[in-house]
């Protein structure tokens, strides 16, 4: 027992070295081959919104084909199934969930208002038109069914409009000519007078820059934005809010960007959204080893920095938001974008965008195509789902700086704690072969008061409160090892829904706080540390 209680007491000072190390330097190599991940815990470095998850539906018919294979099925917003059980459950488990509707076919939509005065009828096949499909259209009664399934199960909704209507050929290739709002502007009315609850208003979808199957010049979109802008202030009037306006919805070009924000500043455009897809095209048999390469990930990092630092010097209240990542275009890559290992690509991609303020993450989808959270037949939660939902429980707002000094293939992220004191800790383990055990101190945590120090002393382990110095930790690891498994297990344990379609519930395992986090090959942690002095998220 005596050996025992000296072990313990061996473990606290280990534990409390690292936790009160402050500013100074700690050998890390020293403590049975530990490495340390240290978190400035002093103030946030950015701040996400509450509902910083959000994921996308979009327009796609069944006969959406890339490579020979056709990925989307019945799974779309014209021909989902809005009563199955799984669906409504998995978008209730967030309370909230975003949802951003749109994609390539939303500027060949029209919505079947009467003012369009042509019949109502499907995307059809067509390969000489922009994206492959001829014009579509959104009937009403399917608008009014899909707001029943929003509003049931409690999601944020972000509407892409169609952005091409009244556009003319340019001599340079562009579209141009002005925005035609006639049908948009009748469809938003509709949605008001109905009593809908949109969140957003999104202009366009991949028109930026040197566009994607059709582009415009910033200089007509920045206009076009600011009479989106008119129309739902205009509509809205009598209301206590007014939804967010968003645009443009494509990629990342920084001269565009930076004259879109320049003439809708400071107010006129609430949210810059811009689409990821760094992966390449779904059909790239290399997609797995860019996906465990830190080096590649770490490349999408200048855009996000590129980005923040426009609107910075521009000084506007515009925000920025990933509005559709999917990672791999062309619906990407089955038992790849819908399996485990596509979990170290997103959760870095959380993580990451989130260190440079950007408020909302939309995955590229909840359902449909090979990159969907759910099974696009069953609807049953894939891998990812399982990473979002963790995340969106777990990591608060508050964003802190977090720097790991040990191998590259460790990836940490730390925010304060959602709901909860302290912070938790993202883990992600690129390799296949090392297990790390890995320590957590912090920069600059020792501005607390005599009475904070003293209250932490006095629950060492044994000697006192010893549930202050627990911790909650998940662990995510792929069924038999398999990186392109699709089902996922939790502290060892499979998540599959029930018979009812219920979402399981996903529980940690209670770990000493004096030990180091394990983190074993291929795999990702969460660690939620209560005990975690962090004045960032007081």
Partial sequence: MAAGLLLKMVGFCVWALFWLGGTATVSTTAFAGGDAVVVNARSAVAETDNDFVCATLDWWPPDK???????WGRATLLTMNLSNKILLNAVKAFSPLKLRLGGSLQDMLIYDTGDS??????FVKNTSAIFGFSQGCLPLDRWDELNAFFQKS?????????????????????????????????????????????HGWELGNELSGSGVGARIDADQYAADVITLKHIIDSTYQSNPTKP????????????????????????????????IYNLGPGVDDHLIEKILDPSYLD??????????GILKFAGTSTVAWVGEAGGAYNSGHHLVTDAFVFSFWYLDQLGMSSKYD????????????????????????????????????????KVLSTTFNGTNKIRAYAHCARKSEGITLLLINLSGNDTNHIYVTSEGAQTQSARKESRRFGHIPGLGEAAELTREEYHLTPKDGNLQSQRVLLNGN????????????????????????TVGPYSIVFAHIPSFYAPACR
């Fill in 65 to 71: 084909c890339d490579y020979g294979t056709c990925s």
């Fill in 117 to 122: 005065h042509q019949p109502c009828t499907p």
């Fill in 154 to 198: 409690g999601a944020k909704i972000i509407f892409g409009l169609n952005a091409l209507n009244g556009r003319v050929p340019m001599p340079d290739g562009s579209l141009g000519g002005p925005w035609n709002y006639t049908n948009a502007a009748s469809f938003i009315r509709y949605t008001v007078n109905k009593g809908y609850d949109i």
């Fill in 244 to 275: 967010l306006v968003l645009a443009p919805g494509g990629f990342f070009d920084a001269a565009w960007f930076t004259e879109l924000v320049s003439k809708t500043k400071p107010s006129q455009m609430d949210v810059i959204t811009h689409h």
């Fill in 299 to 308: 490349g999408e990092a200048s855009i996000f920095s590129n980005l923040q």
């Fill in 358 to 397: 950007t408020k909302s993450y939309c995955r590229q989808t909840l359902v449909g195509g090979n990159y969907g959270l759910l099974n696009t037949t069953t609807f049953e939660p894939n891998p990812d789902y399982y990473s979002a939902l963790l995340w969106h429980r777990l990591m608060g707002t």
């Fill in 494 to 517: 499979v998540l599959v829904t029930d018979a009812n379609g219920d979402i399981p519930k996903l529980e940690p395992v209670q770990v000493e706080g004096t030990q180091p986090i």
